[in-house]
Nanobody
Framework: QVQLVESGGGLVQAGGSLRLSCAAS????????MGWYRQAPGKQRELVAV???????NYADSVKGRFTISRANAKNTVYLQMNSLKPEDTAVYYC???????????????WGQGTLVTVSS
């Protein structure tokens, strides 16, 4: 069984920074794409940033130039460095990973439990 554990959320003032981490554990053969999504109150979950197994990244327009996604493949961990935070970045941030548990198994889409980021004005 594979699980993702997130950490690093919290309360920060506008203009501040936070770093989120998400570590995958359990039966893992390979980890393909990993990413961060967020859901603000009353809104749908949206993509924040994704990174492929070879480091190709993609960002939502709203975070380009402020957020940086990275990963440590040996640790099955993905990070999100968030700078110049704005009140509209307030949301629950979810980690997602595309994981293959064995050579012959299919690709699983695993979600973390979410971590709350609150940006005060």
């Amino acid at each position: 069984q594979v699980q993702l554990v997130e950490s690093g959320g919290g309360l920060v003032q506008a203009g501040g920074s936070l770093r989120l981490s998400c570590a995958a554990s359990g039966s893992i053969f390979t980890t393909n794409g990993m990413g961060w999504y967020r859901q603000a109150p009353g809104k749908q979950r949206e993509l924040v940033a994704v990174i492929s197994s070879v480091g190709t990244t993609n960002y939502a327009d709203s975070v380009k130039g402020r957020f940086t996604i990275s990963r440590a493949n040996a640790k099955n961990t993905v990070y999100l460095q968030m700078n110049s935070l704005k009140p509209e970045d307030t949301a629950v941030y979810y980690c997602n990973a595309q994981i293959r548990a064995s050579y012959s198994s299919g690709l699983l889409s695993i979600w973390g439990q979410g971590t709350l980021v609150t940006v005060s004005s």
